[in-house]
């Protein structure tokens, strides 16, 4: 394939980033593998001795384990909605950054799914899920609309990533090892710019960005439907799959702005990623807090106001400040406020108050999980004899920390390992001249490029 | 010098307390042990004998004793049963239970006296710390109770013959005891009827509209309770007396949400079918380009 000129030169900018192993990428490296041994060990512990070693007991049965599960699918959207949309409008300002988004789909809806392996009490009997699952139980559609948001997530990156895999494996300067070349050569099928398969190529990306909005819609709403389909107290609610899917394109465009902060800064790409990355999916942020923050309000409104016997219970811990009082206070004020108020007021809109802000409402929809699922299941329906406090107060153990922890050091390593394979700038997309829309007048041009 | 003397002051008072320690200890020793003697308890057994409806014999030995007038079971002690129809011979060692209770049961096959000649069963407790031996003995002849269930002139009737076998094919008939009938529920048994043994029969009506199981099945058992001489003897047989029970939920049946139904509902299925059908053509119309991707280098290159 003839490789341009400035394709060339953008790319040999960013040969460094894939070829060196330097000392600081090491040493990140094994403080990572270090946190995920330990989460290895953990996990050990916990099919050894079985969930006796985790806070998870008869009533709440669930934890951690499905906050972060809840958490990571939401992160996901990152890319399958931001990237999709902005793909489809042909906004210029994307191309930079649509890698790194499609990347934190693909690394999230994989780790996002280890933890429900991690919840269910016998992994040995998972067959029976496949083998006798009943696609009227919500659970079911879970596990086929993950598969099919995996399958989709995956193809999506790739079909994203051909051109560059194609240019990779025509670079014949690249300091890179045999196998890494085969492997260029393999993934990029082929593919050597003509007419007939650009099309073809450019018709995939468009169905994908189509078809993978829809897919993530489905995917959230059927988790949430997972905890809306119940009758426990604070989770039968008919407006939780709306809610999930707002929350999630949150807490994605919140991870996407962070990630940024750090690559722009790790790899000095302040070329490329300017401040008006930061503006745009600030003011995306703003807009996005301002819609959770509705959709906050009105639950509890309804919750709070009908006061129905179970649901106050739920609420009185959450507003009573010697059980989540503060965390709710955190999740549902400060993490919605703090954006709107830091992103809406342009002297205080910079590019690191924007990422700390993000980081805010980020640990703050993670915090909002938890809430979701604990109070609730420790609020039982059942009057049960013999209520130990133990069986009802959830507290995480070491275990569930250490997996946790061991899931986001996973999380940043896959990301560390993934940005070493190809460069983390689309080199073919910003190499290329800006595309014109004729609907949207968006011809702005990237600034650098 | 004054601090040998107050030295030899401290050794003094050190060896006082010492000495007055030891006979406090001792006394205190001989004090509870002499407590020990002087309280130990009667200890009251009573003594049940239990013919099931399967043949097995039970034993039921309750330990009690009173505590300011009050009976308080008395538990974890060991009691010893014995037959001694001939000559004292244990059958068995049970300890009481929380209700002090001690259950012994016998096999169906153990041969129970009659006639002139009933079996001496008798319960012994040989005494500890807190309580005094005791013992209990019952006189216990065997009791056959024939049961018959018929239904005369739509009246649901149980016929019961209850007599004691003697030696050869004679028979003394069990006469003014009470006999009652019951079905087994769940939890416990239910009374249906209730008769009077005069020279060895008694006919106890049955209502007829007794709900049963699904086939209509309902289990009588036929008990004469604590009879003298003879104990508490039961028999019991499942009949077809009851009215067949039909699980009505209209609700459920029309459209199945029940939790344990294996279909799915229809639209729902049919929903789930043209999402994924919809998604994975696109996923294999993206593959098939992907293959024409490659398949254009294949001939670009030829």
Known sequence: MKIENKTKEILKEFSPQIENFNRRFKILSAILIVIMLFALYAFYMQEKEGHIVTGMRDNVVWGLYIANFVFFIGISYAGALISGILHLLKVEWRKPIIRVAEFITVISTVIGPLFILLCMGRLDRIYNLVLYGRIQSPIIWDVIAITTYIIGSFLFLYLAMIRDLAILRDSPDLKIGKFRRWSYKFLAIGYNGTAKQDKLLEDSITIMSAIIIPIAVIVHSVLAWIFGMTLRPGWHSTIFAPYFVIAAVFSGTGVLIVALWAYRRYFHLEKYITKKHFDYLGMLLLILAAIYGYFTFSEYLTDWYTSETWNARVLEKLFNFNEYGWWFLFAAIIGILLPMIVIGIPKLRTINSVTAVSFIAVIALWVKRYLIIVPTLETPLFPIQDNRIEWIKYSATWVEWALTLGGVATFIFSFMLLSKYVPIIPVSLVSKPPEKTESLNVEEKVETV | ?302
Request: hydrophobic content about 35%; overall charge positive.
């Open chain 2, 1 to 302: 010098m004054n601090r040998k003397n107050k030295n030899s002051d401290i050794g003094k008072i050190f060896y006082y307390y010492l000495t007055l320690v030891v006979i406090i200890v001792l006394a205190g020793n001989a004090e509870g042990q002499q407590e020990v003697k002087a309280k130990r308890s009667k200890i009251r057994i009573k003594l049940e004998y239990f013919k099931k409806g399967d043949n097995t014999k039970q034993i039921k030995a309750t330990a009690s004793t009173r505590v300011k007038r009050k009976p308080f079971p008395v538990k974890m002690v060991t009691l010893n049963f014995y037959d001694e129809t001939d000559s004292a011979k244990l059958i068995g060692t049970v300890e009481t239970n929380e209700k002090g209770i001690a259950t012994l049961t016998l096999p169906s096959d153990y041969s129970i006296g009659n006639g002139d000649n009933p079996s001496l069963l008798s319960v012994r407790f040989d005494g500890n710390e807190s309580f005094k031996s005791a013992s209990k003995e019952i006189r216990i002849s065997d009791m056959e109770m024939n049961v018959t269930y018929k239904i005369i002139d739509s009246v649901y009737t149980v016929n019961i013959d209850a007599y004691e076998k003697t030696e050869g094919e004679s028979s003394i008939p069990v006469s003014d005891v009470d006999v009652y009938v019951y079905v087994k529920r769940l939890f416990s048994l239910l009374k249906v009827g209730e008769g009077w043994l005069q020279d060895g029969s008694a006919t106890v009506e049955i209502p007829n509209d007794l709900p049963g199981d699904k086939e209509g099945n309902l289990k009588f058992v036929v008990m004469i309770p604590d009879a003298e001489g003879y104990g508490t003897v039961e028999s019991d047989e499942v009949v077809k007396w009851g009215k067949p029970l039909k699980v009505q939920n209209k609700y459920a049946d029309e459209n199945k949400r029940a939790l344990w139904e294996p279909r799915a509902p229809l639209w729902m299925v049919i929903t789930l079918s043209i999402l994924l059908l919809g998604v994975f053509y696109h996923y294999f119309l993206i593959a098939f380009k992907l293959y024409k991707i490659k398949k254009i280098r294949k001939n670009d290159s030829v």
